[in-house]
């Protein structure tokens, strides 16, 4: 019988292509200059940034540059179903272009257990052990003390994470509602509004306006020359002119 020489091909398959991580990305002005109170606000707007139920998502917020008085800040949002692939420690970073500057976004499941906590619970001093140690003596023998310190350990950590959190969220949220209620303030209608009241303080009949404009930073009016000086009590400040309108200008410090 013929010897047959060929041998089975037993080399794997190529593996599939892993299909890019789907990153949505939005780019948001704010009125901070600190992330963690830049992702408060973002977590009180995120159920109209996100087309997706929030429950199902994690984002990041990254600084991207500042731009007067207010921050520009990258938004990134991806599927929580995507941390399935991420370390132990529940975190994946991706990388992303936003405005021809290359950002870093960090994703990390909010409830696992991070870094810090983990070799916290690995290299645990040996006064709290020891302390464990004597509350365990006092309920069972030292082989029942030792499964239970194994097993109130991870708890207490996590009990303590859970209070720590809540009450950064609870301090983030407060500031993030005073700095939206800031931003809310200083739109164009609402400073026209202040702008209207501190003149009919100075000329309760009102004035005979030729042009309005408003926008977030200022009120101008255009009026007859005698009247400008008028509006000067209120705060306005007249613009030099040679005809016989003047343009008077409410700065953004006559309202805040």
């Not at 499941?109 to 004597?134: F, M, N, Q, S, Y």
């Not at 009590?233 to 016989?244: D, L, M, T, V, W």
Request: contains cysteine; proline residues 7%; charged residues 20%.
């Amino acid at each position: 019988m013929p010897l047959d020489d060929s041998f089975p091909d037993l080399t794997p398959p190529p593996a599939a292509p892993v299909p890019p991580l789907e990153v949505m990305t939005r780019v948001l002005r704010l009125p901070t200059t600190s992330p963690r109170q830049a992702r408060a606000i973002v977590r009180l707007q995120l159920d109209r940034l996100s087309p997706l139920p929030l429950s199902s998502i994690v984002y990041d917020v990254v600084t991207l540059r500042r731009d007067g008085a207010e921050t520009v800040y990258a938004l990134g949002i991806i599927r929580r179903a995507a941390l399935d692939s991420a370390p132990a420690t529940g975190g994946l970073q991706v990388q992303q272009q936003i405005e021809g500057v290359d950002v870093v976004f960090r994703f990390r499941d909010p409830d696992a257990a991070g870094d810090l906590e983990t070799r916290w619970l690995k290299h645990a001093p040996r006064a709290a052990l020891v302390a464990l140690g004597i509350a365990a003596v006092m309920l069972a023998a030292n082989l029942r003390a030792e499964q239970w310190r194994e097993r109130r350990l991870p708890e207490i950590a996590a009990a303590q994470r859970l209070a720590a959190r809540d009450a950064i969220a609870r301090r983030e949220t407060a500031d993030a509602l005073q700095a939206w209620s800031a931003l809310t303030r200083a739109d164009a209608a609402t400073r026209f509004l202040c702008v209207g009241g501190r003149i009919a303080t100075v000329l309760p009949a009102g004035i005979q306006a030729t042009a309005v404009s408003a926008d977030s930073r200022k009120v101008t009016l255009t009026v007859a020359g005698g009247q400008a000086a008028v509006l000067a009590e209120a705060g306005g400040q007249a613009a030099p002119s040679n005809g016989a309108a003047t343009q008077v200008v409410f700065p953004e410090t006559v309202c805040r």
